[in-house]
């Protein structure tokens, strides 16, 4: 078995069990004038990490291990947005709203897009999902088990919303889960770091945090164990 050097220990990959899962790489979440930017928040934390998640997904696809695309997005007739939902952040630019980049985290438009840097390759999944959580109302689990994985390594944003979310998510349903640690990025330094605490604490409660590098050294063949 090929171990990934990790937090709080080290990860034991399964080659055959292991995917990569990138969360919600998304124009609205990451450039001017779309969701994220119309919360008031710097999006330009975002655009910083798309060269490590982008060594990442290039990692998994020269390993031959499946890469998963989520998007967070509603249907255009917002049947699946519940007010809750809809009702929060700037009553100004709302989801549904239109926006400089069509309406926001609406299926389909521009800046539900992911950036063109991290767009899924022919083959890779791509999940569009309603909910922080990407197994809530999406058909994750079911890819999952179809394709025997049972690891997930997580990248993309935000670190303590859909990140986390989903991870939790993951571990209930008895997914081991790692964070790749450069390769997420919250709109709060402050909060990146405490997601990652808390994940990692109690013995990896939640799950495990690592370096690109560390991942990246351990899907590679020679170190990579079997199931
Ligand atoms: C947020 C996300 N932050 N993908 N979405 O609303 O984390």
């Given at each position: 078995?090929?171990?990934?050097?990790?937090?709080?220990?080290?990860?034991?990959?399964?080659?055959e069990?292991?995917?990569?899962?990138?969360?919600?790489?998304?124009?609205?979440?990451?450039?001017?004038?779309?969701?994220?930017?119309?919360?008031?928040?710097?999006?330009?934390?975002?655009?910083?990490?798309?060269?490590?998640?982008?060594?990442?997904?290039?990692?998994?696809?020269?390993?031959?291990?499946?890469?998963?695309?989520?998007?967070?997005?509603h249907?255009?007739?917002?049947?699946?947005?519940?007010?809750?939902?809809r009702?929060?952040?700037?009553?100004?630019?709302?989801?549904?709203?239109?926006?400089?980049?069509?309406?926001?985290?609406?299926?389909?438009?521009?800046?539900?897009?992911?950036?063109?840097?991290?767009?899924?390759?022919?083959?890779?999944?791509?999940?569009?999902?309603?909910?922080?959580?990407?197994?809530?109302?999406?058909?994750?689990?079911?890819?999952?088990?179809?394709?025997?994985?049972?690891?997930?390594?997580?990248?993309?944003v935000?670190?303590?919303?859909?990140?986390?979310?989903?991870?939790?998510?993951?571990?209930?349903?008895?997914?081991?889960?790692?964070?790749?640690e450069?390769?997420?990025?919250?709109?709060?330094?402050?909060?990146?770091?405490?997601?990652?605490?808390?994940?990692?604490?109690?013995?990896?409660?939640?799950?495990?945090?690592?370096?690109?590098?560390?991942?990246?050294?351990?899907?590679?063949?020679?170190?990579?164990?079997?199931?």
């Amino acid at each position: 078995m090929g171990d990934i050097k990790a937090e709080p220990f080290a990860f034991p990959a399964i080659s055959e069990a292991l995917a990569l899962i990138v969360i919600d790489m998304q124009r609205d979440f990451a450039e001017p004038g779309g969701f994220g930017a119309s919360l008031g928040n710097d999006v330009s934390r975002i655009m910083k990490i798309v060269p490590d998640v982008k060594r990442l997904i290039e990692g998994f696809r020269a390993a031959g291990l499946p890469v998963i695309h989520t998007m967070e997005c509603h249907r255009p007739d917002l049947s699946d947005l519940p007010p809750a939902k809809r009702d929060r952040g700037n009553p100004s630019l709302r989801i549904g709203d239109e926006g400089p980049m069509g309406r926001i985290l609406i299926s389909g438009e521009r800046g539900t897009e992911i950036l063109s840097e991290l767009a899924p390759i022919d083959g890779e999944v791509v999940i569009e999902k309603p909910g922080k959580g990407a197994f809530y109302a999406t058909e994750l689990g079911d890819v999952l088990k179809a394709k025997g994985i049972r690891q997930l390594v997580f990248a993309g944003v935000t670190t303590e919303v859909c990140v986390q979310t989903t991870m939790r998510e993951a571990n209930d349903r008895g997914y081991e889960c790692l964070l790749a640690e450069e390769a997420t990025e919250s709109y709060f330094p402050e909060f990146k770091e405490a997601a990652m605490a808390m994940i990692r604490a109690q013995g990896a409660i939640v799950g495990w945090t690592a370096h690109v590098d560390d991942i990246l050294e351990g899907i590679s063949p020679k170190r990579i164990g079997h199931a």
